[in-house]
């Protein structure tokens, strides 16, 4: 199947790409927002081409994942094609409700010819979808290998712009816990957040490539992830398939990602940094937790049942 698609999300994209179709990715001079191509950071297959809006106006593909609401007018524009009428299409809802939390109207709501996926039941639950069909399909990591060593006496922390998204990435639990305990922080936007925490500043990490990133991580003794208000970050899910053990909030779909023996997640950031320094203070049982944390998400959130997953909806909106 040929399936066009923006690169909006970078680790999710990933992972989809990495099934057994073709994808076509718009690309624009500035690779910005809306012409990204493939990633920079992340390795990709061949199948994952970058097309120009001129050479899509010509290719054939079978159908359009979507992913922001004005991609279905960059698609008329680019192609002539409305999604829904003219191709088959999807719409995956990547977030979280930014309004009112169970009162935000879908974008896509008043559609019936477009499906909206939701990355995690919690999100479909969340939404006032209306009249649109819906479906999740739950997220699905590669395997970077068990790399965990726990060497570092530290806390990992992966977050991009963290002070834009302060309180909805936690960024102000993470600057708080960094005041008690080592804490380094990986993503985009770090200069920011040294200016605006400079006791964190020694252990700040830019947007490091993937392969280096999962390095990096899994040397330290365990993974935070302070988010308030996502879908279901995916560098936990890498961080637990690294073979760390976890600590995070307990909001959203994390209850369902982390097992009690894979971490703690929970509300109280005391009890977070309690665990913390019973982890830096017993090596082994943080690797315990790290095996359980690899197991489970090996078993959950694998890129076959992801593929599987996938593979059931287009070729229900193909037919």
């Keep these: 199947m040929r399936i066009l698609i923006w690169h909006v999300h970078g680790s999710w994209t990933t992972s989809f790409v990495h099934g057994p179709h073709d994808y076509l990715l ?3 001079p500035d690779r910005g927002p809306d012409g990204r191509g493939r990633a920079q950071t992340w390795d990709w297959p061949a199948a994952a081409r970058e097309l120009t809006p001129e050479q899509l106006a010509g290719e054939a593909f079978d159908a359009v994942v979507l992913q922001r609401p004005h991609e279905a007018g960059l698609l008329e524009r680019w192609t002539g094609r409305r999604p829904g009428r003219d191709v088959p299409a999807v719409y995956v809802e990547h977030d979280t409700p930014r309004g009112p939390a169970a009162a935000t109207r879908h974008p896509m709501a008043e559609r019936t010819d477009v499906p909206v996926v939701h990355v995690t039941h919690f999100n479909r639950m969340m939404w006032d979808n209306g009249e649109a069909p819906t479906e999740v399909v739950e997220h699905g990591v590669l395997d970077p290998g068990h790399l965990y060593t726990g060497e570092r006496d530290s806390l990992a ?25 080592p804490v380094e922080v990986y993503g985009m936007g770090m200069a920011e957040l040294a200016a605006a925490a400079p006791h964190l500043a020694g252990g700040l990490h830019e947007n490091y490539p993937q392969h280096r990133l999962h390095a990096a991580l899994g040397a330290h003794r365990a993974y935070f992830h302070p988010y308030r208000w996502t879908s279901l970050g995916l560098a936990l899910l890498e961080a637990m398939t690294l073979g760390m053990p976890v600590l995070g909030l307990a909001t959203t779909e994390a209850p369902r990602a982390v097992p009690p023996e894979a971490g703690l997640l929970s509300n109280d950031p005391r009890a977070l940094a309690a665990q913390a320094r019973a982890w830096l203070a017993d090596p082994a049982a943080a690797a315990a937790a790290g095996s359980a944390a690899r197991e489970h998400a090996l078993a959950h959130y694998g890129t076959d049942r992801f593929h ?12």
Excluded at 167 to 179: N, S
Excluded at 308 to 319: F, G, N, P
């Design 157 to 181: 922390v992966v977050v991009n712009e963290p002070v834009r998204r302060s309180r909805i990435a936690g960024t102000d639990l993470v600057v708080d816990l960094g005041r008690q305990l």
């Design 26 to 28: 718009p690309v624009l």
């Design 308 to 319: 599987a997953d996938w593979d059931r909806i287009l070729e229900k909106v193909t037919a």
